[in-house]
T-cell receptor, first 114, second 112 residues
């Protein structure tokens, strides 16, 4: 069975603060993908990043960075210098490439106050 | 290349009515997945289909829910005799193989 845990239900920060969203996963598969999605108040899912289980390189994209640690089964997401527009629900997901279905965490609601 | 399309975007039904949700995958994608997001929760897998075949329906409620992906036309998620607890956002995703998923904008179902 697969499981994705986002232990932080809600996080509130003040603009320009850095914030890290945690994601811990469980799977027996050796090949899988990890994702982060943003869900703004409008409700759609915005794809942020995909990570292959064989690629543990950390990635940076503008103010966003991701830390994939296979040894601790974690895939954490950091927003640097947060902005009000970053306010949203963020989901971490695990894709079983053999079965085809994704398992989502329950999401972390990030509120960035001006 | 248009993304995954879902319609309607919003659907209101009274208890006991039927709801039909449509998903048109991206061009060239033959795999379709349906997920349900209840209020304040994450997305939960419902069903995985390929053309004319249901591959995995382990997340589908046993009664009132059905899904199809015909040879021609969109994938349909059908909910019969809707109840208030069916109110949720229903997301469709498609992929060319099982290696990735592209999500549609979702259909928000409200049952009165």
């Amino acid at each position: 069975a697969q499981k994705v845990t986002q232990a932080q239900t809600e996080i509130s920060v003040v603009e320009k603060e850095d914030v890290t969203l945690d994601c811990v996963y469980e799977t027996r598969d050796t090949t899988y993908y990890l994702f982060w999605y943003k869900q703004p108040p409008s409700g759609e899912l915005v794809f942020l990043i995909r990570r292959n289980s064989f690629d543990e390189q950390n990635e940076i994209s503008g103010r966003y960075s991701w830390n994939f640690q296979k040894s601790t089964s974690s895939f954490n997401f950091t927003i640097t210098a947060s902005q009000v527009v970053d306010s949203a629900v963020y989901f971490c997901a695990l894709l079983n490439t053999n079965a085809g279905k994704s398992t989502f965490g329950d999401g972390t609601t990030l509120t960035v106050k001006p | 290349n248009a993304g995954v399309m879902q319609n309607p975007r919003h659907l209101v039904r009274r208890r006991g009515q039927e709801a039909r949700l449509r998903c048109s995958p991206m061009k060239g994608h033959s795999h379709v997945y349906w997920y349900r997001q209840l209020p304040e929760e994450g997305l939960k897998f419902m069903v995985y289909l390929q053309k004319e075949n249901i591959i995995d329906e382990s997340g589908m409620p046993k009664e009132r829910f059905s899904a199809e992906f015909p040879k021609e036309g969109p994938s349909i998620l059908r909910i019969q005799q809707v109840v208030r607890g069916d109110s949720a956002a229903y997301f469709c995703a498609s992929s060319p193989t099982t290696g990735d998923q592209y999500f549609g904008p979702g259909t928000r179902l409200t049952v009165l």
